[in-house]
């Protein structure tokens, strides 16, 4: 559970501090629903409070200091308040009461105005919000989420298993800045320990993971056998160095050695790992891999990392598709789910056509030393199995060229991941948390 430090401050004179008090007591038992609070009794007025509360804050080892302002305060507190203590910093402004010809009630949003000036000169990073904690407190409870997922991100490990697909150059990680600058840690996975590790897996556990397939995919009944079993080794293979190495997800080289020298493709694994919890992108895209697990985080359900194949343009639609590695809960109802052995030395691919619903569609890349996310929505369509693989019709809510040309004039790596739900302010928000751009259509 998040870590919270809560303090309100309060100017020495004027105003109204016994509402602006009253009004701090409800927002500690808001922040308190939303995490481990630590916070002083009483609002922060004189230095010695100031003083007093960073002793109390710095002892606590919290993650997130929310500074709300009570009443327009002195500059001087703050300083005080976070000296040597690193925390993230939320301001929260309070609205002012309906203007009834008296006096400035809080004077706040002023407050955190200055507050913000000051955090900016100093170099410290600090996010805000304007809410009443008696009103609609969404803004607040999706700021909480997203820092949360940003802590979530600095203790991630993804397993990178050989490494980006030839010619992917784009989709190349550098470890060292993904780790400093977004937190998620790259561990190198050997595409031989895979294959090795696809020979021992014992014959039960191979004989229980074909009983599986068979009942998740319609027409695995219709294929060779010893195809089903190679797909279960390479999955519990894969599911095995996950578990070994401790990453959560994983990013894979798919081709071309896994068609070429071992004989099947990936993608079915792919798409079971990720149904099965361990989120999992082809071709080796770490970036690609790692916007899958944060929506995921946002939304709850199982991403779908895809390629741009066709647009129309008139009807304002893009057609998100790829070779077959889509988790095969994202069936559209009634629809089949199989097994194909189109691509690549004899499969496995997934086919089916994705479920209609609203959908957020997002991008974490890297270009010239920075990160940056893209980030759009629509709503995929009821569609049948217009195209082999796994494929979503959306009819886009920004302007499709527009999208198109951000990402190709933009030089984005050419993946998107899409997921079901509308999670784009909640991106929104981590990008400005991880202090990275948003591009927002």
């Known amino acids: 559970m998040l870590n919270i ?84 910093i939320l301001l929260w402004a309070l609205p002012e009461p309906p203007f009834d010809g008296g006096v400035l009630q809080f004077n706040s949003l002023c407050g955190v105005h200055l507050l913000a000036s000051l955090l900016k000169r100093s170099g410290r990073r600090f996010d805000y919000v304007h809410l009443s904690p008696e009103g609609d407190t969404a803004e607040l409870v999706r700021y909480i989420r997203a820092f949360e997922v940003s802590l979530g991100l600095k203790r991630m ?44 897996v014992p014959a039960s556990h191979r004989e229980t993971l074909m009983r599986e397939i068979g009942r998740e995919y319609h027409n695995a009944a219709e294929l060779p ?11 519990a293979s894969l599911e095995h160095q996950a578990k070994e190495k401790n990453v959560s997800s994983l990013a894979v080289r798919c081709w071309p050695e896994f068609i070429e020298g071992y004989g099947q493709a990936a993608c079915g694994s792919v798409s079971k790992l990720t149904d099965d919890g361990i989120v999992t992108g082809c071709e080796g895209d770490v970036l690609g891999t ?23 343009y ?25 097994l194909g052995e189109e691509f690549g030395i004899g499969g496995l691919n997934v086919e089916f056509p994705l479920k209609s619903g609203f959908v957020t569609m997002a ?5 010239g030393g920075e990160y940056r996310m893209l980030v759009t929505t629509g709503e ?13 019709q959306v009819r886009c809510d920004a302007n499709v060229r527009t999208l198109m040309d951000e990402l190709i004039h933009g030089g984005w790596e050419h993946h998107l991941t899409m997921i079901y739900g509308d999670v784009a302010a909640e991106l929104e928000q981590l990008c400005r948390i991880l202090g990275i751009a948003c591009v927002r259509l």
């Open 290 to 312: 790692i916007t899958s697990a944060i929506m995921r985080e946002f939304a709850g359900s199982a991403p779908f990392l895809a390629d741009i194949v066709h647009v129309d």
């Open 157 to 200: 490990r993804v397993g990178l298993v050989g490494s980006h697909t030839p010619g992917f150059d784009a989709m190349a990680v550098d470890a060292v800045s993904l780790k400093e600058k977004i937190g998620p840690e790259v561990v190198y996975i050997g595409l031989n320990e895979v294959f090795q590790g696809a020979k021992q």
């Open 380 to 392: 995929a369509l009821k569609i049948g199995p217009i195209v082999k693989g796994t494929v979503a």
């Open 5 to 88: 430090g809560f303090v309100s401050m309060r100017a020495q004179f004027g105003f109204n501090p016994d509402e602006a008090g009253r009004l701090y007591e409800v927002s500690k038992r808001t922040l308190g629903a939303l995490g481990q609070l630590v916070s002083p009794d009483g609002m922060l007025m004189l230095k010695p409070d100031a003083i007093a509360a960073n002793e109390l804050l710095k002892s606590s080892g919290i993650d997130l200091l929310v500074v709300q302002v009570g009443t327009f305060p002195s500059g001087e507190l703050l300083p005080l308040l976070i000296k040597d203590l690193p925390a993230h």
């Open 225 to 235: 056998a010893e195809k089903i079993g190679k797909f279960a080794e390479t999955y």
């Open 314 to 338: 008139k009807a304002n639609e893009a057609t998100l598709w790829h070779c077959g590695a889509a988790p095969f809960s994202l069936a559209a109802p009634g629809e089949r789910v199989t």
């Open 363 to 367: 991008r974490l890349g890297y270009l």
